[in-house]
């Protein structure tokens, strides 16, 4: 079964930190561009970050270039996003993006940004 499976979401305080994980499944994992995106409260899905197949290259939004990173491990078939100095507008539903004979989306994890 093709699948993948978010998971580290939570409330956070502004400054703080989460690291997201997701976990892939039924595909090729370590051929696939793996990428994360959001989607806030009335506004549209946006790529936060993506990953090569190999990690070969890194693409960030500008929004949080310098404070988050994205890595994979292809022996575990994990994607992980560690997000650091979280902003409120950092709110989001977090999605996983894989790509494996079409396009894969994982349910989402709800981040919380708020004192």
């Known amino acids: 079964q093709v699948q993948l499976v978010e998971s580290g979401g939570g409330l956070v305080q502004p400054g703080g930190s989460l690291r997201l994980s997701c976990a892939a499944s039924?595909?090729?994992?370590?051929?696939?561009?793996m990428s994360w995106y959001r989607q806030a409260p009335g506004k549209e899905r946006e790529l936060v970050a993506s990953?090569?197949?190999?990690?070969?290259?890194?693409n960030y939004a500008d929004s949080v270039k310098g404070r988050f990173s994205i890595s994979r491990d292809d022996a575990k078939n994990t994607v992980d996003l560690q997000m650091n100095s979280l902003k409120p507008e950092d709110t989001a539903v977090y999605y996983c993006?894989?790509?494996?004979?079409?396009?894969?989306w994982g349910q989402g994890t709800q981040v919380t940004v708020s004192s």
């Open positions: 039924g595909f090729t994992f370590r051929l696939s561009a």
């Open positions: 990953i090569s197949s190999f990690g070969l290259s890194t």
């Open positions: 993006k894989g790509v494996g004979g079409g396009p894969i």
